[in-house]
């Protein structure tokens, strides 16, 4: 069985930070592709940023220069920093590992950036 725990999410003003992580268990975690998504409210769920198993990264263009993706194989762990946030940043963040047909996701983290 798939387990997440996810952490780091809250209120935080614009122009802060945050870092949120993502456990993993009951997986290879070092074969797994991972990534962050989104969702606001009364929007579609979106890709935030993902990580291969080899370390390679892509992010979406509203949060380049601003957001980090990492892992942390030893740690069955992925982490997101993120500086600079935004209003527009605010939503469920939720953690995604996948392998070919294998899709798991995590519970989910609220993340709100108000002033």
């Known amino acids: 069985q798939v387990q997440f725990v996810e952490s780091g999410g809250g209120l935080v003003q614009p122009g802060g930070s945050l870092r949120l992580s993502c456990v993993v268990s009951?997986?290879?975690?070092?074969?797994?592709?991972m990534a962050w998504y989104r969702q606001a409210p009364g929007k579609q769920r979106e890709l935030v940023a993902g990580i291969g198993t080899s370390g390679i990264t892509n992010y979406a263009d509203s949060v380049k220069g601003r957001f980090t993706i990492s892992r942390d194989n030893a740690k069955n762990t992925m982490y997101l920093q993120m500086d600079s946030l935004k209003p527009e940043d605010t939503g469920v963040y939720y953690c995604n590992v996948k392998r070919l047909i294998f899709d798991y996701w995590g519970q989910g983290t609220q993340v709100t950036v108000s002033s």
């Open positions: 009951g997986v290879n975690f070092r074969i797994f592709a």
